[in-house]
């Protein structure tokens, strides 16, 4: 047999005829019944089915033969037996024969089959309804848990490493320094360029500092800290969980007593939560120097003049509402982390699964949350 | 509520299973059981692949609530427990996961002094000769520095079972504890569990499909039937490998050969 010969249009001769004798069907097989080509198709004999009462086959021509006419024969024997017609197999290759009982040797198990086709779309309504109900109720239960376990934090009650806590706190904090740094400069020296180019057409340059001031504290620096920890402590919240709970590291905790919650949720969450504030703080700092550095080199004010626009512009209150922001997407993201990493699945897409599920269901919580308290500190007036 | 009521026979009883029925959702993987481990023996929970032994032993560990009946260490009624009742009780069963599951952060001194840190008084110092100890007493000294990621899988097996008898525990579970070894290092394995029940007068349950182990090791066991999803046999193994009246059971006990083959 040519190895190259695997193009579809290179079918074997095979041939299929049908002989029928006092109600018995015969189907003579000739030619080569292989896997090449495609599998030959069961349609014509299941026409021919009706009205026999037994089924016989005839493969006297058989050149070859290997699991395509294997495939073929049990699909024959399955539609005859469903119509209760009898099957005598005794016209095929042994070694087809022993193959086909070997298949038949352990019943389908019905159970295991599963169900095919999407089920209605009712049904389908009815499932993903409950499904939502189901996680919703799960999210809440790990909410109180969390806030419980917080609480016992706060009083110093709480069950943990503090050698973790050290060490999320690092994580959390210092280490994502030099990222922070990076997009909070740019994110600076973005919103000094485009006001420039606005503000220059009326001579106001020096409202760049105001610009830059006010919007890195009050809104950038917060939601730039929040994209950049959601993606980058997040999903990795996430995918430690997730992976613990793979490898049964959870239920090892659980069974000896220790809480999860305690030790592997809260540390992490105090961490990012206590860290997103100074992170934000620094942002803030970082993307004003970006702003001095579009102001000085392209606008030609002075250090000076943009130092003291600044802190013209700049007010406790703009910083505080930063801070504030900044520590409910702390803890947001945290939630959301933990969250998808305790509840992921137990496989390796699963873990997948929840690192992503983490990073999109935080900065979308983190961006609600801006929008909620948008309007509530302008009601607040603040 | 005293456990005598429940058909127990005092001291000797341990751990007494009364109606559990075990379910994933409305999906019932065993129904009804009922049985008594005694202090102090091997007992095996046995059956084939996916018919829910390491569900239970999830079960007995409190990993998963049943959705019908309860379990009794001695006279407490586990799945009735409070949370600090059930602290109470976790802490003196240990348990080794099938997969090991070492706390992959923490090196295996720290695993075993989590524990010990956590429930003991001890200071750090002593925490460490305690943690050298245990891991002494299952081959792995020396390796108190090392991660779980950084040692082979037999070792982590065994790393586990330190981790397991860190606080010296009154009943010991084990799932699959020889599954992925290779057949020498399973039998040392055995040979191990038996020492640390007769030194440590731990009550031991075993989760396994290992044949030779359950010969081995046994005192009692059950036999979990994915079809009848219930136990179909119980008892000493090797009565049941000459005995049992159920076809199933001997066919599982000899691997499907003759029984003369399979006793060797």
């Known amino acids: 047999m040519a190895k190259v010969a695997r193009k579809p249009e290179a079918a074997p001769p095979r041939a299929i005829s049908f002989e029928e004798k006092d109600s018995t069907l015969v189907v003579v097989l000739s030619g080569r019944w292989t896997l090449e080509g495609h599998l030959p198709p069961v349609a014509d004999v299941e026409q021919r089915l009706s009205g026999a009462q037994r089924i016989a086959f005839d493969t006297r021509g058989l050149e070859a033969w290997d699991s395509g006419l294997l495939a073929f024969l049990a699909k024959v024997t399955e539609l005859a037996r469903a119509r209760r017609i009898a099957v005598d197999l005794s016209g095929v290759p042994a070694g087809v024969r022993r193959l086909i009982e070997l298949a038949e040797a352990v019943p389908e198990r019905k159970v295991a089959r599963k169900q095919?086709?999407?089920?209605?779309?009712?049904?389908?309504?009815?499932?993903?309804?409950?499904?939502?109900?189901?996680?919703?109720?799960?999210?809440?239960?790990?909410?109180?848990?969390?806030?419980?376990?917080?609480?016992?934090?706060?009083?110093?009650?709480?069950?943990?490493?503090?050698?973790?806590?050290?060490?999320?706190?690092?994580?959390?904090?210092?280490?994502?320094?030099?990222?922070?740094?990076?997009?909070?400069?740019?994110?600076?020296?973005?919103?000094?360029?485009?006001?420039?180019?606005?503000?220059?057409?009326?001579?106001?340059?020096?409202?760049?500092?105001?610009?830059?001031?006010?919007?890195?504290?009050?809104?950038?620096?917060?939601?730039?800290?929040?994209?950049?920890?959601?993606?980058?402590?997040?999903?990795?919240?996430?995918?430690q969980l997730g992976t613990?709970?793979?490898?049964?590291?959870?239920?090892?905790?659980?069974?000896?007593?220790?809480?999860?919650?305690?030790?592997?949720?809260?540390?992490?969450?105090?961490?990012?939560?206590?860290?997103?504030?100074?992170?934000?703080?620094?942002?803030?700092?970082?993307?004003?120097?970006?702003?001095?550095?579009?102001?000085?080199?392209?606008?030609?004010?002075?250090?000076?003049?943009?130092?003291?626009?600044?802190?013209k512009a700049i007010t406790v209150g703009y910083v505080l509402v930063g801070l504030f922001k900044s520590?409910?997407?702390?803890?947001?993201?945290?939630?959301?982390?933990?969250?998808?990493?305790?509840?992921?699945?137990?496989?390796?897409?699963?873990?997948?699964?929840?690192?992503?599920?983490?990073?999109?269901?935080?900065?979308?919580?983190?961006?609600?949350?801006n929008g909620i308290l948008a309007v509530v500190l302008y009601v607040l007036n603040l | 509520m005293k456990a005598e009521e429940h058909g127990g026979n005092g001291a000797r009883t341990h751990i007494i299973v009364r109606d559990l029925t075990m379910a994933y959702g409305s999906f019932v993987v065993m129904r009804?059981?009922?049985?008594?481990?005694?202090?102090?023996?091997?007992?095996?929970?046995?059956?084939?692949?996916?018919?829910?032994?390491?569900?239970?032993l999830r079960h007995l560990i409190g990993l998963q609530e049943p959705a019908k009946g309860e379990i009794y260490f001695g006279d407490d009624n586990f799945t009735k427990a409070d949370e600090a009742e059930r602290q109470r009780i976790l802490r003196r069963i240990g348990a080794l996961f099938q997969s090991g599951a070492l706390w992959s952060s923490m090196t295996l001194a720290e695993n075993i002094g989590l524990l010990l840190e956590d429930y003991t008084d001890l200071n750090p110092e002593e925490i460490r000769e305690v943690a050298s100890l245990k891991l002494a007493l299952v081959g792995l000294k020396g390796y108190e520095d090392f991660y779980p990621s950084e040692i082979s899988g037999g070792m982590q097996?065994?790393?586990?079972?330190?981790?397991?008898?860190?606080?010296?525990?009154?009943?010991?579970?084990?799932?699959?504890?020889?599954?992925?070894?290779?057949?020498?290092?399973?039998?040392?394995?055995?040979?191990?569990?038996?020492?640390?029940?007769?030194?440590?007068?731990?009550?031991?349950?075993?989760?396994?499909?290992?044949v030779a182990s359950i010969l081995t090791i046994g005192d009692n066991s059950i036999f979990l039937d994915a079809e009848a999803s219930t136990i179909t046999a119980r008892g000493h193994p090797k009565e049941l490998l000459a005995h049992s009246p159920d076809p199933k059971v001997r066919e599982f006990l000899t691997r499907g050969l003759p029984q003369e083959a399979a006793q060797r």
Request: net charge negative; glycine share 10%.
């Open chain 1, 327 to 369: 520590f409910v997407y702390g803890s947001l993201i945290a939630f959301f982390g933990c969250l998808r990493g305790v509840q992921s699945g137990s496989s390796s897409s699963a873990v997948g699964d929840a690192a992503t599920s983490a990073v999109v269901s935080s900065i979308v919580a983190c961006i609600v949350a």
């Open chain 2, 157 to 210: 097996k065994r790393a586990g079972l330190a981790r397991a008898i860190a606080l010296d525990p009154e009943a010991l579970f084990l799932d699959e504890p020889s599954a992925g070894l290779d057949p020498v290092t399973a039998r040392r394995l055995d040979e191990l569990i038996l020492e640390l029940r007769d030194s440590l007068g731990a009550t031991v349950v075993v989760v396994t499909h290992d």
């Open chain 1, 244 to 311: 613990m709970k793979v490898t049964q590291e959870i239920d090892a905790f659980t069974a000896m007593g220790f809480p999860p919650m305690e030790f592997l949720v809260l540390p992490r969450f105090v961490a990012l939560t206590l860290m997103m504030p100074l992170l934000c703080l620094y942002s803030d700092l970082i993307g004003m120097v970006g702003g001095a550095v579009i102001g000085i080199g392209m606008l030609d004010l002075s250090w000076t003049t943009f130092y003291q626009e600044t802190t």
């Open chain 2, 32 to 56: 009804d059981l009922n049985f008594t481990i005694s202090r102090g023996e091997v007992f095996i929970i046995m059956g084939g692949s996916g018919s829910g032994k390491s569900t239970l």
């Open chain 1, 116 to 239: 095919d086709g999407e089920p209605p779309l009712l049904a389908r309504i009815g499932e993903r309804t409950i499904a939502l109900a189901g996680g919703t109720v799960g999210s809440l239960a790990f909410l109180g848990d969390l806030t419980l376990a917080v609480a016992r934090f706060a009083t110093f009650r709480a069950r943990y490493r503090p050698w973790d806590l050290m060490l999320f706190i690092q994580e959390a904090g210092p280490q994502a320094l030099p990222i922070v740094t990076l997009v909070s400069f740019l994110s600076g020296v973005i919103l000094a360029f485009v006001g420039a180019v606005q503000l220059k057409q009326f001579g106001g340059q020096i409202y760049i500092a105001d610009l830059v001031a006010i919007g890195m504290t009050r809104e950038m620096g917060a939601l730039m800290t929040a994209v950049i920890m959601a993606g980058r402590t997040g999903a990795a919240f996430a995918a």
